[in-house]
């Protein structure tokens, strides 16, 4: 008999994957998530396409984008019959002429991802009979999904109130220690469940000369006014850090292109209603290459803009000398 191991979405996912390898054949079974314009692959039975957790495709290149509105049915044994799978962009880019899929949704109804299976060659037409099983085993997963989801959220609310020991004393936002610390948590979430994150990285321009002219004190002022404006723009679920000195973060859990790009310009909008000067980078969590990669990303958008602020100035600065001259 099977050994069943239910003790997570992880390991639930690998046991039906595995079971319906056995059951039904199918060379790939997937579990994937969409977001966006991305559909993620989380986890994989694969026995002869290749495909590996963390791979990204394009959701309307795919047969359960049609799938999921109701456009073409869930079993195909012959995908290749029917209009929208013969002609979906996934077809020409590798060989499908069988197909199942069932959609994962969140308990608000939203959709999470799918699970599916592709198979090279056609099979009979009593693979149909299977629907309802297959209907169990995305209904389990869903189950599943969901309990985890919520404890997910739940965990994320205990640890903020465990770091307190991380705080930056002068903000009361996180330090780098806590940064760091969530950072890793929510790079584990995200492998597990494809979640989009955002990184920002925030750095005060001139907090130097404040403190060399006008006294630490007013130095002081300006990080909190900084601290202060990065808070409220924040959502509750966001990590909002002060790494030290002039340079904050902010980490933006399950957020979509539009939502970040949103934050953006809600940042600087905020900064600027503050009297806060400062260079703004950031980017978004890619399922190939994670968190760290987006930090880097983040910093050097940061870096770029800030040097092309400094040239900016040095060029203004000239013309003037240059118009007193004359």
């Not at 109130?161 to 903000?171: G, H, I, P, W």
């Not at 760290?292 to 983040?298: D, E, L």
């Given at each position: 008999m099977t050994p069943w191991n239910f003790n997570s979405f992880e390991s639930a996912g690998q046991a039906i994957l595995k079971f319906l390898h056995q059951r039904l054949?199918?060379?790939?079974?997937?579990?994937t998530r969409t977001e966006g314009e991305d559909w993620i692959v989380l986890q994989t039975e694969d026995h002869g396409y290749g495909v590996k957790p963390g791979q990204v495709f394009r959701w309307a290149d795919?047969?359960?984008?049609?799938?999921?509105?109701?456009?073409?049915?869930?079993?195909?044994?012959r995908s290749n019959d029917i209009e929208l799978y013969a002609a979906a962009p996934i077809a020409k880019q590798v060989n499908i002429q069988a197909y199942i899929g069932q959609p994962l949704v969140k308990s608000d109804g939203e959709l999470f991802g799918t699970l599916c299976a592709i198979d090279p060659n056609p099979k009979a037409d009593s693979l149909v009979q299977e629907?309802?099983?297959i209907e169990f085993m995305a209904a389990l997963l869903?189950?599943?999904?969901?309990?985890?989801?919520?404890?997910?959220?739940?965990?994320?609310?205990?640890?903020?109130?465990?770091?307190?020991a991380?705080?930056?004393?002068?903000?009361?936002?996180?330090?780098?220690?806590?940064?760091?610390h969530f950072i890793a948590l929510e790079e584990e979430r995200s492998q597990r469940y494809g979640n989009l994150s955002a990184v920002?990285?925030?750095?005060?321009?001139?907090l130097k000369e404040v403190n060399d002219t006008q006294g630490h004190a007013a130095g002081d002022q300006l990080i909190q006014r900084a601290a202060?404006?990065?808070?409220?723009?924040?959502?509750?679920?966001?990590?909002?850090?002060?790494?030290?000195?002039?340079?904050?973060?902010?980490?933006?859990?399950?957020?979509?292109h539009a939502g970040a790009e949103s934050l953006f310009e809600r940042i600087g909008q905020a900064l600027t209603e503050a009297q806060v000067s400062a260079s703004i980078g950031f980017a978004l969590?890619?399922?190939?290459?994670?968190?760290?990669?987006?930090?880097?990303?983040?910093?050097?958008?940061?870096?770029?803009?800030k040097r092309s602020k400094k040239t900016s100035r040095a060029e203004l600065e000239l013309d003037r000398r240059l118009e007193t001259k004359h």
């Amino acid at each position: 008999m099977t050994p069943w191991n239910f003790n997570s979405f992880e390991s639930a996912g690998q046991a039906i994957l595995k079971f319906l390898h056995q059951r039904l054949g199918f060379d790939l079974w997937m579990i994937t998530r969409t977001e966006g314009e991305d559909w993620i692959v989380l986890q994989t039975e694969d026995h002869g396409y290749g495909v590996k957790p963390g791979q990204v495709f394009r959701w309307a290149d795919s047969f359960c984008s049609h799938m999921v509105k109701g456009n073409a049915p869930c079993i195909a044994p012959r995908s290749n019959d029917i209009e929208l799978y013969a002609a979906a962009p996934i077809a020409k880019q590798v060989n499908i002429q069988a197909y199942i899929g069932q959609p994962l949704v969140k308990s608000d109804g939203e959709l999470f991802g799918t699970l599916c299976a592709i198979d090279p060659n056609p099979k009979a037409d009593s693979l149909v009979q299977e629907k309802d099983l297959i209907e169990f085993m995305a209904a389990l997963l869903n189950h599943i999904l969901q309990i985890e989801l919520k404890q997910t959220e739940q965990a994320r609310q205990i640890e903020r109130l465990q770091a307190k020991a991380m705080t930056d004393e002068l903000t009361q936002l996180y330090n780098r220690g806590g940064w760091e610390h969530f950072i890793a948590l929510e790079e584990e979430r995200s492998q597990r469940y494809g979640n989009l994150s955002a990184v920002y990285v925030i750095d005060l321009d001139g907090l130097k000369e404040v403190n060399d002219t006008q006294g630490h004190a007013a130095g002081d002022q300006l990080i909190q006014r900084a601290a202060e404006a990065l808070r409220q723009v924040a959502r509750k679920s966001d990590v909002v850090a002060r790494l030290g000195g002039d340079e904050f973060s902010i980490l933006s859990i399950e957020v979509d292109h539009a939502g970040a790009e949103s934050l953006f310009e809600r940042i600087g909008q905020a900064l600027t209603e503050a009297q806060v000067s400062a260079s703004i980078g950031f980017a978004l969590r890619h399922p190939s290459f994670g968190l760290q990669q987006a930090i880097s990303q983040a910093d050097q958008q940061m870096y770029f803009y800030k040097r092309s602020k400094k040239t900016s100035r040095a060029e203004l600065e000239l013309d003037r000398r240059l118009e007193t001259k004359h």
